[in-house]
T-cell receptor, first 115, second 113 residues
Framework: ETGVTQTPRHLVMGMTNKKSLKCEQH?????MYWYKQSAKKPLELMFV???????ENNSVPSRFSPECPNSSHLFLHLHTLQPEDSALYLC??????????????FGPGTRLTVL | QQQVKQSPQSLIVQKGGISIINCAYE??????FPWYQQFPGKGPALLIA???DVSEKKEGRFTISFNKSAKQFSLHIMDSQPGDSATYFC???WGAGAQKLVFGQGTRLTINP
């Protein structure tokens, strides 16, 4: 596997289910990100992890819970979601250099449908 | 103030023509402006980026023009090809450390053969 991989690619869940999205980066990067891409809204940054430490939580509801066990893996745990949470969830990684010009590499995303 | 406004939402250009997508921002703290390209079923990929200390950056057929005083920047695609058909996003970020990108709404570009 190369680049940034995400599993599953598609997920349908009920509002009472608990599921997790997985992201793995094979690029040796030290920063990882979760984004939400909805049809009617711009890409929204949800969480940022730098060296496994969460550095940003962009006012995301607590029904989304991120986990970063190491710098290569990132999870998004989902519970009690709402239909408006249906979206494409994208993971990205970058090599944080301190200059703010790092390229973010995105995975293909998980298409989530909440019934 | 954290928004980046992008226009148009969709654009149709004939093969060989010039595609122009515009973005505007309010936050003067932004200091990095990348453009991302996204094909269906794929995640966005960095296309080209600029810092506000230059007014233009060119990479092949892709050029960013940057107007700091107007707080606007644009992507020009010269000699547009059908393979350029994709959704394009402008973005902005500020400061050091792991980037916190703010994205525009996206432009769906179609190049007619």
């Amino acid at each position: 596997e190369t680049g940034v991989t995400q599993t599953p690619r598609h997920l349908v869940m009920g509002m009472t289910n608990k599921k997790s999205l997985k992201c793995e980066q094979h690029l040796g990067h030290n920063a990882m990100y979760w984004y939400k891409q909805s049809a009617k809204k711009p890409l929204e940054l949800m969480f940022v992890y730098n060296f496994k430490e969460q550095t940003e939580n962009n006012s995301v509801p607590s029904r989304f819970s991120p986990e970063c066990p190491n710098s290569s893996h990132l999870f998004l745990h989902l519970h009690t979601l709402q239909p408006e949470d249906s979206a494409l969830y994208l993971c990205a990684s970058s090599q944080e250099t301190g200059y703010g010009t790092d390229t973010q590499y995105f995975g293909p995303g998980t298409r989530l449908t909440v019934l | 103030q954290q928004q980046v406004k992008q226009s148009p939402q969709s654009l149709i250009v004939q093969k060989g023509g010039i595609s122009i997508i515009n973005c505007a921002y309010e936050n003067t703290a932004f200091d990095y402006f990348p453009w991302y390209q996204q094909f269906p079923g794929k995640g966005p990929a960095l296309l080209i980026a600029i810092r506000p200390d230059v007014s233009e950056k060119k990479e092949g057929r892709f050029t960013i023009s940057f107007n700091k005083s107007a707080k606007q920047f644009s992507l020009h695609i010269m000699d547009s090809q059908p393979g350029d058909s994709a959704t394009y996003f402008c973005a902005a970020s500020w400061g050091a450390g792991a980037q916190k990108l703010v994205f525009g709404q996206g432009t769906r570009l179609t190049i007619n053969p």
